[in-house]
């Protein structure tokens, strides 16, 4: 199961070229199905994401937890990138494959707001806010933050820090204390990752299949099915590759699309 972009619940931004592989709906909706089909024994969410929503991570995250309960092995193998939300995702797998150059960690939680208030000042903007509570428009860019604003958003960062702390703690089998310490935002590769004991191994898709066969008990050469979902216009090329294949029999190389 790949993973592929920003983290999100729902994913598909409308683009005609999106495949929406990293919508936490869909991707939890995959696991769930590998984890009640009895032929599947063992799963590898391959992951190329920065991270995303806190809720989105989470879900992915219980899916492969829960196909560990389920006594089938969950694999997380790391590409590019997969950091914050997709070193979340890859805690809750039984093992984490990752290639050398991967950029992963960035464990934390961050609030970001704007200031506009300087910018409309020299604009001449107004901006006249009615509100039912003095908190109601916390984060406004018309006006900075005040102090105990700051401090409801610093409490809300703290509590979601700890939940991924705990995450990462229970996945990782790792001393709180140790996690903390590498769990400062920065970020490593995967053979940084690897020496401080982020990540199990380092390799590609062929390590992950070979570890996941393994561990489930399956041939070396296992049979490996691909779940993640495909755009609208998969099947579309698809189709027009089998016609074309057909009018051209003896040269596939050359119709091929996708």
């Known amino acids: 199961i790949r993973i592929v972009g920003p983290i999100t619940r729902e994913g598909f931004s409308g683009l005609p070229f999106d495949s929406g592989g990293a919508a936490s709906r869909r991707i939890a909706a995959l696991l769930e199905r590998a984890r009640r089909d009895p032929a599947v024994k063992a799963v590898i969410v391959e992951l190329n994401t920065p991270g995303g929503s806190v809720v989105a991570s989470d879900e992915i995250a219980r899916g492969l937890q829960a196909l560990r309960r389920a006594r089938k092995v969950a694999v997380a193998l790391m590409t590019e990138v997969a950091a914050s939300g997709g070193y979340y995702v890859a805690s809750g797998a039984d093992h984490i494959v990752a290639d050398p150059t991967t950029i992963t960690g960035s464990i934390g939680v961050i609030i970001e707001t704007a200031n506009l208030a300087e910018l409309y000042r020299k604009l001449g903007v107004g901006v006249d806010t009615v509100k ?126 996708w």
């Open 132 to 257: 039912s509570g003095p908190y109601k428009d916390m984060g406004s860019p018309t006006r900075p933050l005040a102090p105990e604003e700051r401090a409801i958003f610093q409490s809300m960062v703290n509590d979601v820090y700890q939940q991924f702390l705990d995450v990462v703690c229970a996945g990782r089998h790792m001393d709180r204390e140790r996690v903390r310490q590498l769990a400062d935002g920065r970020v490593f590769t995967g053979r940084q990752a690897f020496e401080v004991g982020l990540v199990d191994q380092l390799g590609d898709l062929h390590e992950a299949i070979r570890w996941a066969a393994g561990a489930a008990g399956l041939p070396e050469e296992p049979v490996v099915v691909e779940l993640t979902p495909r755009p609208w216009w998969y099947g579309l090329l698809r189709g027009i590759e089998g016609l074309m294949a057909r009018w051209l029999p003896d040269r596939p190389a050359e119709v091929r699309v």
